[in-house]
């Protein structure tokens, strides 16, 4: 036990040494530097003399760039102010101490924030030394603080100005909360309705709908179905309602109503059904066949007319080329919009207005059928996004065109039979004479026999181009020479023409292209204009018949009397059916004559002066 006792106290003597030694100044530095919080002592005037490892780390410096600079420099710039009014505060006495929450900045330029403590450290007489200041790292704090903020105040947001009614209910299906677009859609506040079973908003018929859907919101599931509340002042609104349930810790505690009002919607679609009905009433009731396609060329409406006259359905249609189905061309659809000859693919390109006269359609049973079309674009702000075509049968008027175009022939024919009479009498009279002075016995009869064949060859060719104009004849558009149908015609009208004093002076440009034509309707054409020249000139004259290149792609035919001339108001009505100045004319004439060269894609102009005379323009396309 002494021996105990002995080593003992030998033992305590260095041990403390060692206490007092560590209790000293090296003591309090090694728990300065060792605390987890950043810590410094400032001087009074806010230097800084010391600082622990926790600082430096958090500020991202080594202590000898720390030492001696001013405290300022780590704050935020927008926080100096405020530290520097705390820091005179305590300075001056009216506070020993305080702490705040100031953001910092790390060497790297990145913030901080921290608790910021600053407490007096006093000298033995109780006045100040100097400062001790401890900064508490609470930036992951305050950034889950920043979002729980941010999160709250997106949801007051959402649901403050929502524009659709949110209802909070609980379990019992009474108000909990309200936002503003429940007063405003439905007149009532939510002091009006707090606590209060919404039940007596709903129209009665929707009840066990809407019912339904909450019982079905406790469990835990979302429902959604169209309903209606009454207004505070009686009317009906209508809404789409959504049941979601509000689940707390896998718990549902209640749940949310949100309702938008889509009355308005209700009102807007059913005036677009009514719109839609009327529309598609119009267009059932037009007797011509009316379809639209869209700008990617696809068929969005198609009326009963267009069903009847081609057998299609607007189911057949939907979606597809119409036009490409009728016509059932063969080509793309690019390829037929790149052909400039298409009214449809004009107008869809260059949103012009345009029409055909002369286009074939195939009905769905195969048989075909001509059609006029006209193309109107559909325009939307601006931009082309399709084409309405309206499109009628013209076989009835066109077998009627051609009924009045034989009768004009006919006419035609008729007037010319004195002229071509007299025309075989010359030459057979002739023929007579020579025959008898064969008889007789005389001679040259080579000679004779020569002249007796021209005079028969002459014959011929009267008689033959009177055959082909009466006889009706096979449609046929072929390459011709403009100068042998003029040269036809000449022949025909030679003898009326010098029977009555007039002369035909032709001039030609050297080798005209072919024109693509009807030959006999060409000549027909001819022979009214060329008529009504001859009837104007009563006491004889000259009539200049001149064929030329009008441009690279057409050929013009002019023709001019030396007439009378005809008037204004006259010259506006040339054209029309059953009006002429003849007092025996059926004013067929030149209305058959326009639409003849219209049906060649050609064009008639008449310029008249009275007392000068008429001239009369006809230009074809070439080959």
Not at 44 to 68: A, F, H, M, P, W
Not at 146 to 164: G, T
Not at 324 to 342: F, G, V
Request: with cysteine; charged share 20%.
């Amino acid at each position: 036990m002494a021996d105990f006792n002995s080593n003992q106290s030998e033992t305590d003597k260095p041990l403390t040494s060692e206490f007092k030694l560590l209790t000293s100044h090296e003591l309090l530095q090694h728990s300065f530097d060792c605390v987890v919080i950043a810590m410094s002592i400032v001087t009074l005037d806010g230097k800084l003399l010391t600082v622990n490892s926790s600082l430096c780390r958090l500020l991202g410096y080594s202590k000898q760039e720390l030492i001696g600079l001013h405290y300022q420099i780590f704050f935020y710039a927008d926080d100096v102010e405020a530290v520097a009014q705390l820091w005179k505060q305590i300075l001056q006495g009216e506070c020993q101490s305080f702490q705040v929450e100031k953001r910092f900045l790390h060497k790297d330029g990145s913030v901080i924030w921290g608790s910021l403590s600053v407490s007096f450290v006093h000298n033995e007489d109780a006045s100040p030394k100097c400062l001790m200041v401890q900064i508490q790292d609470i930036s992951e704090r305050k950034c889950y603080e920043h979002k729980l903020e941010e999160s709250r105040s997106n949801y007051r947001s959402l649901v403050k100005y929502n524009p659709d009614m949110i209802f909070m209910l609980d379990e019992a299906g009474k108000l909990v909360d309200a936002n503003p677009a429940v007063e405003a859609i439905s007149g009532y506040s939510k002091q009006e309705l707090c606590g209060k079973s919404i039940q007596f908003l709903i129209v009665p018929e929707y009840l066990p709908l809407l019912k339904g859907m909450f019982e079905q919101a406790k469990l835990g599931i979302t429902g959604s179905a169209e309903g209606k509340i009454l207004h505070k002042q009686g009317h009906q609104i209508t809404l789409e309602i959504n049941f979601i349930p509000k689940i707390k810790q896998e718990h549902v505690e209640g749940s949310y109503l949100i309702a938008k009002d889509v009355t308005k919607r209700k009102q807007n679609e059913a005036m677009i059904d009514q719109l839609h009905t009327k529309n598609q009433l119009i267009l059932n009731a037009v007797t011509d066949g009316i379809f639209g396609i869209d700008e990617h060329l696809g068929t969005i409406f198609w009326n009963q007319a267009a069903e009847r006259l081609t057998g299609y359905t607007y189911e057949d249609m939907v979606g597809s080329n119409a036009y490409h189905i009728l016509t059932r061309t063969n080509e793309s659809d690019e390829a037929l919009q790149s052909h400039i000859s298409s009214a449809l693919y004009r107008t869809i390109r260059d949103g012009i207005y345009d029409c055909n006269a002369n286009e074939i359609f195939y009905k769905k049973n195969g048989d075909s059928f001509p059609v006029e079309y006209m193309t109107s674009p559909i325009f939307d702000e601006n931009q082309i996004i399709g084409v309405v075509m309206t499109f009628k049968n013209i076989t009835e008027r066109q077998h009627t065109e051609e009924m009045l175009r034989k009768s004009e022939k006919l006419s035609v024919v008729g007037q010319l039979a004195a002229g071509v009479a007299h025309e075989i009498r010359n030459p057979l009279t002739s023929l007579k004479g020579f025959i008898q002075f064969l008889q007789q016995g005389a001679v040259n009869k080579q000679e004779y026999y020569d002249i007796m064949m021209s005079e028969l060859t002459r014959i011929e060719l009267i008689i033959t181009e009177m055959l082909v104009l009466a006889k009706p004849q096979l449609i046929r558009y072929q390459p011709k020479s403009i100068e042998t149908i003029v040269q036809s015609v000449i022949t025909l009208l030679e003898t009326q023409a010098n029977m009555n004093n007039i002369q035909f002076v032709v001039v030609m440009e050297h080798r005209l292209p072919l024109v693509h034509c009807e030959e006999n309707q060409l000549k027909q054409s001819f022979i009214n204009v060329i008529k009504n020249a001859m009837e104007a000139m009563p006491d004889g004259g000259q009539i200049d018949i001149h064929m030329q290149m009008a441009d690279d792609t057409t050929v013009r035919v002019i023709f001019k009397d030396r007439g009378s001339g005809i008037p204004d108001h006259v010259l506006a009505r040339l054209g029309e059916p059953f009006y002429s100045t003849k007092e025996k004319g059926t004013g067929l004439g030149l209305m058959t004559t326009s639409k003849i060269i219209e049906d060649h894609h050609g064009q008639l102009m008449v310029e008249s002066k009275v007392g000068e005379g008429t001239v009369v323009s006809v230009t074809l396309p070439i080959t």
